[in-house]
Nanobody, 123 residues
Framework: HVQLVESGGASVQAGGSLTLSCEAA????????VGWFRQAPGKEREGIAS??????QITYAESVEGRFIISRDNGKISLQMNSLKPEDTAVYYC???????????????????WGQGTQVTVS
């Protein structure tokens, strides 16, 4: 049974930084793609970053590239968010997929496993 748990959401001022964490349980495949998504009120869910376990291939959406950094430390995937803007306000989710090639791992792909989300508010 796969479980993903996000943490680190908070309210911050514009220009500030915040780091989100995603920890996975029951999920240790050799090929794993983990992505971060966000959904703002009234908007569609947006894939913003992904990282591939083997080789650590990383992809960012244009909306966050240069400001957000996704990283991996054993079973924990982090999303460091810098220079935050009010438009970054959203519920942030991590998602995971197994047996995915490095070239397929991307923010926009389909992920079968999801966390419950953590709220980030930028004012």
């Amino acid at each position: 049974h796969v479980q993903l748990v996000e943490s680190g959401g908070a309210s911050v001022q514009a220009g500030g930084s915040l780091t989100l964490s995603c920890e996975a349980a029951g999920f240790v495949p050799t090929k794993r793609c983990v992505g971060w998504f966000r959904q703002a009120p009234g908007k569609e869910r947006e894939g913003i970053a992904s990282i591939y376990k083997r080789g650590g291939q990383i992809t960012y959406a244009e909306s966050v590239e240069g400001r957000f950094i996704i990283s991996r430390d054993n079973g924990k995937i982090s999303l460091q968010m810098n220079s935050l803007k009010p438009e970054d306000t959203a519920v942030y989710y991590c998602a995971a997929a197994a047996s995915v090639s490095s070239t397929a791992c991307a923010p926009g792909m389909s992920y079968p496993y999801w966390g419950q989300g953590t709220q980030v508010t930028v004012s």
